[in-house]
């Protein structure tokens, strides 16, 4: 008599509601190592918009009297070899860093998503192209060759953004491109066609939405390699020269001096980038595993 | 075998192709012009005319790169403005220099690095294996002069242990040159930790799931064995290409490291060349680099190719 139980179709199935429902900013907020990082870039981002309020002295100020002084009650971080305060240089010094490298980051992962929309799309002489051009670009660090561009072109704001955003570009296109071609195979794809829809409309409209979570991700990866590029070139003395201080030419200058053994004009700048490095790796690392699921 | 193998090195041919063409425009795209830069702001026009015919910059750009590219097939890859001499011998002496530092490197980092993989892949999901990837992946992100500075402060200025140049001097024993060495190859260990541990993590988590891996265990085999026997053989495929990549990413990373400490490898060569304008031999330089990554992640396939009996039956089409 249990015979109508048992073959009885297992139509209802209640859906459990799943992690994924929740807002993605609420799934990040729950994990330490985003709180974390989210903590200390929003502390660079205030330094880097009120920096000279907050710093305890004028970042520019010289004092001839007190050079390559070690740190002391009044002078925290110590001073550098034009008896600046370096603790003011810090604190401004995230100014620069934090205006370029997200702009740059943007620059590229807008192009790389457009054209990687592209190559997945269509495929073909576009999508070898680009993905030689990729793999040249692959074969020496970016560093590299955006160091090589910077010194042809001299540094400004807008050449090391231009630059970073276009060699960014192919890199990101790769990365998208593998998710649209994912995103090809799916059924609401032949339906667009069917319909009628232009391709333009078909990338922007249909595909984009279905790619963002991985160029969101990206967007997060590179912004951590940009930082690192731009501070680098800055350490190698091809930074933005402008009258603000930065954490990587304060650096170049005064590395120098670490076999005398004034090491607080160097290390606290190159603990500041550290600790903004290791702050988007958190945020980034945490983005990919909530948007994976 | 053949077949891949010869679409393997055509593809690394057009790719070489590419990066040249990449490293000439970028060579070229400089505003003002070498016979200035070398000869000054106060030389005669007619001078600076003349260097530049001398030196072959006044002619059109494309007689320029088939020139510059038919003298690198010759093996001339062109002479140094700062020098006036052959760049060769310079990126020659260079690389070897660097191939020293970069050894050290590998020798220490890649038994480090797959041992954090491994465990960290035993201990999948619990606080040891976040805490070895994310320490990985965050000395990943931080940059080489970062960590060097942090180092020499350490171990150079507060310590005084080791010297904080990397400059031994000539004619040092091997045992001198490795304690000049100790200190910048500290920051591409770390930068390469995190990248090797995450292909042996990945790599051991997925042998770890496979279905050879659970009859192992079943059939009543001890941990340590199934582990060594089925699961490091396996694992480890991935990670061997990912060092060889890793090898050429080495050698490019060492233009900050070798800045910072003052080593005169094909990084500090690369970054004089830079701030002194030397186009050819900055190029050379680079296209230097882009070869030894080219031959490293080639070897690293091959090497895969013979270590995986797998691939050797088709499938790799």
Redesign the interface.
């Given at each position: 008599m249990t015979d109508a139980v048992a073959t009885a179709p297992a139509e209802i199935v209640p859906v459990l509601p799943t992690r994924r429902e929740l807002p993605i900013w609420r799934l990040l907020l729950r994990r330490p190592?985003f709180v974390i990082g989210a903590a200390i870039l929003l502390f660079w981002i205030v330094c880097a918009i009120f920096g000279n309020a907050i710093a305890p002295h004028d970042p520019l100020a010289q004092d001839l009297l007190r050079l390559n002084k070690p740190p002391s009650a009044a002078h925290w971080f110590g001073t550098d070899p034009l008896g600046r305060d370096v603790l003011s240089r810090v604190i401004v010094g995230s100014r620069t860093i934090l205006i370029v490298t997200p702009l740059a980051t943007l620059l590229g992962t807008v192009l790389g998503t457009a054209l990687g929309l592209a190559m997945g799309y269509f495929g073909g002489l576009l999508d070898a192209l680009v993905s030689?051009?990729v793999?040249?670009?692959l074969?020496?660090?970016a560093?590299?060759?955006i160091?090589?561009?910077v010194?042809?072109?001299?540094s400004s704001v807008r050449t090391l953004i231009i630059v970073i955003g276009f060699i960014f570009t192919p890199l990101v296109a790769r990365t998208v491109r593998s998710s649209v071609q994912v995103e090809r195979q799916l059924d609401y794809l032949s339906s667009a066609r069917l319909l009628g829809e232009r391709p333009a409309r078909i990338m922007f409209v249909e595909i984009l939405p279905n790619v963002i979570p991985t160029v969101v991700v990206e967007f997060t990866v590179r912004l951590?390699?940009a930082i690192?590029a731009v501070?680098?070139l800055a350490?190698?003395?091809?930074g933005v020269q402008l009258s603000t201080p930065s954490w990587g030419s304060d650096?170049n200058a005064s590395?120098g001096l670490?076999?005398a053994?004034y090491?607080w004009e160097?290390?606290f700048p190159?603990?500041a980038?550290?600790s903004l490095?290791?702050a988007?790796?958190?945020v980034a690392?945490s983005t990919q595993q909530v948007v994976a699921g | 075998m053949g077949r891949y193998l010869l679409r393997r090195l055509g593809?690394a041919i057009?790719?070489?192709w590419?990066?040249s063409l990449?490293?000439f425009f970028?060579?070229?795209?400089?505003?003002g012009n070498p016979a200035r830069a070398i000869l000054g702001n106060l030389a005669a026009p007619s001078a600076v005319r003349a260097l530049n015919h001398q030196l072959g910059v006044d002619r059109p750009l494309v007689t320029q790169y088939l020139s510059w590219l038919g003298g690198l097939l010759h093996g001339n890859m062109g002479k140094s403005y700062t020098y006036q001499s052959a760049v060769e011998p310079f990126i020659r002496a260079a690389l070897i220099n660097s191939a020293k530092l970069a050894a050290l490197a590998l020798v220490v980092i890649v038994p480090l690095g797959i041992l954090g993989g491994v465990i960290a892949a035993l201990n999948y999901g619990r606080a040891l294996d976040r805490l070895i990837s994310?320490t990985g992946?965050?000395a990943a992100?931080?940059?080489?002069?970062?960590?060097g500075?942090?180092v020499?402060?350490i171990f150079?200025?507060?310590l005084k242990v080791l010297p904080?140049?990397a400059a031994a001097g000539a004619g040092a024993s091997f045992f001198t040159q490795l304690k000049y060495l100790i200190l910048p190859a500290v920051p591409l260990v770390l930068v390469l930790f995190g990248y090797i541990a995450r292909m042996a993590r990945a790599g051991t988590i997925e042998a770890l799931e496979s279905d050879y891996a659970r009859t192992a265990t079943l059939k009543g085999l001890k941990r340590s064995v199934v582990i060594r026997r089925h699961i490091l053989r396996n694992s480890l495929l991935p990670t061997i290409t990912v060092i060889a990549t890793q090898t050429?990413?080495l050698i490019?990373?060492l233009?900050?490291v070798e800045?910072?400490f003052n080593y005169q490898g094909i990084g500090k060569l690369?970054?004089s060349a830079?701030?002194a304008?030397d186009f050819p031999m900055?190029e050379a330089g680079?296209l230097t680099?882009?070869v030894v990554?080219?031959v490293a992640t080639l070897a690293a396939d091959l090497l895969t190719f013979s270590l995986n009996p797998r691939l050797r039956v088709g499938g790799m089409e």
């Open positions: 190592s030689r051009l793999e040249a670009v074969a020496l660090p560093v590299i060759i160091f090589m561009f010194v042809a072109l001299g951590g390699y690192f501070a680098t350490f190698l003395g091809f650096i590395y670490l076999g053994g090491w160097t290390l190159a603990l980038i550290a490095v290791i988007i790796n958190l690392d | 593809l057009v790719t070489l590419i990066l990449i490293v970028a060579g070229q795209i400089l505003p994310l992946s965050s992100t931080v940059p080489e002069f970062v960590s500075i942090v020499i402060v150079g200025v507060t904080v140049t050429g990413y490019g990373g233009i900050v800045t910072l690369i970054f830079a701030t304008k900055l680079v680099i882009g990554y080219m």
